[in-house]
């Protein structure tokens, strides 16, 4: 087992890669009463071709990951949350773009509540029968989810955005994609990202890592898994122009909604470069739109905007995207505002005072972030699958330069790439 010691940030970290290939991570953390433990796999909603081991490339139905995530709790005995419970643990599960995780937090009974975790995201219990009767629930909440204006507007941008990634696919897939999901495709998925070597376990809280980590050997080293070969995935070539430059909507809300964002075109980059740009555009976007900034408080003093206006950035090796709004009595009004206050940023530059400020402030919130269980186990592992470390951000974030940010800003408001996402009042 190998200690990792983070002295800028006080943390300690047990790592352990098994005979298996799965990696596990123990963060101990003195005086913390709940245990928190996710059991992640580098699969999402993205990942629906892909060729393992140089075999034949495999397409399976959009929606699949999030299918397979809804499936895991269901056993032959029952519910697997009714476990938990039992053991005073509660438990859930997400699926994103890029990874499947399930976590369960607790304050007793934590070496049985792991043991738990661990074997039943191993035990994939599927029947013709079980498969048929989750079609009906996911239908039903791609349908709730429709109806939900914050959901739409959301993947109403990524959806304009981009024409063929499939990142522009609804997580959940379709009523149509999911009517073509059988037992046998969830079975060749599970096998192809449920190996251990694809898989990540991280345990923070009030426990003792040698022992957790005997635990785990204990439990694997009894199970026995095929090998697996390289897991390859195929995306299409993104073209370079948005879908579509606006996308609307109708729901009974009772202010409009809109987001408005900004694709980038660029060659993948290696993990380093790809978090150092993620920050770097981060802190640019916090100092220009946050709420602390001159365009923020202009545009909340004129009614524009309302405490649910925010931004933010997403990116991986093969997409990246920002997402900028919120409700608004005007949305077109808003966009014209955002827009001339932008381009004379981008004319002016960021000022130097508040990007140590904003610099600041979220090296601050990030500290803060490490007092808290669930953020460290999910942001850990969100950096883990993306090869960086998430206690090691601090020197990233004191490095990054105002010239930096300034570029970032130049570059990424490129107004060719924008589309706009509005969910307005339904007259009716």
């Known amino acids: 087992m190998e200690k990792l010691a983070y002295p800028g940030v006080q943390e300690t970290i047990y790592r352990e890669v098994l005979p298996n290939g799965l990696e596990v991570v123990v963060l101990p953390k003195d005086g913390f009463s709940k245990t928190y433990a996710t059991f992640s796999t580098r699969y999402g909603s993205i990942d629906n071709r892909f060729a393992v081991g140089g075999g034949q490339e495999i397409a399976v139905p959009d929606g699949i990951a999030h299918f397979l995530e809804h499936k895991m709790f269901e056993e032959p005995t029952g519910d697997i949350f009714a476990t938990f419970a039992s053991q005073g643990a509660s438990a859930n599960a997400y699926t994103t773009f890029d990874r499947t995780v399930y976590l369960f937090s607790a304050t007793e009974q934590i070496e049985a509540n792991l043991e738990t975790l661990i074997n039943f995201v191993q035990s994939p219990y599927f029947t013709d029968e079980n498969v048929e009767k989750e079609k009906g629930i996911i239908e039903q909440e791609i349908n709730m989810y429709r109806d939900n204006a914050d959901w739409r507007v959301y993947f109403g941008l990524i959806d304009a955005l981009y024409q063929k990634h499939p990142i522009h696919i609804d997580i959940a897939g379709t009523a149509e994609s999911i009517g073509k999901i059988t037992k046998e495709t969830l079975y060749s998925c599970y096998e192809t990202f449920y190996h251990p070597s694809n898989m990540f376990l991280f345990i923070v809280g009030g426990v003792d890592p040698e ?28 073209p370079e122009a948005v879908r579509t430059p606006r996308k609307t909507a109708q729901l009974p809300v009772s202010l409009p909604k809109v987001l408005f964002g900004f694709k980038e075109n660029r060659a993948p980059l290696a993990s380093e470069a790809l978090l150092r740009a993620e920050i770097a555009t981060k802190l640019m976007l916090d100092t220009l739109l946050g709420s602390s900034s001159p365009i923020y408080h202009a545009l909340y003093d004129d ?13 991986a090796e093969d997409y990246a995207f920002s997402v900028i709004g919120g409700e608004t009595k005007d949305p077109e009004a808003l966009l014209a505002r955002l827009r001339s206050a932008i381009e004379e940023a981008q004319a ?26 669930e953020a460290i186990a999910g942001e850990f592992t969100r950096y883990r699958f993306r090869g960086a470390d998430l206690f090691e951000l601090v020197p990233v974030y004191e490095a990054i330069t105002l010239d930096e940010a300034n570029a970032r800003l130049r570059e990424h408001f490129n107004w060719d790439l924008m589309a706009v996402s509005i969910v307005s009042k339904d007259p009716a």
Request: zero cysteines.
């Open 348 to 373: 002016n530059g960021l000022s130097e005072a508040a990007f140590e400020r904003t610099k600041r402030k979220k090296i601050g919130s990030y500290l803060r972030l490490l007092n808290s269980p």
């Open 303 to 315: 009614n524009l905007i309302s405490d649910s206006f925010g931004h933010e950035f997403n990116s």
């Open 211 to 238: 022992k957790v980590m005997e635990l785990v050997r204990r439990n694997q080293a009894a199970k026995q898994f095929k090998e697996q070969g390289d897991i390859k995935r195929f995306i299409d070539a993104e």
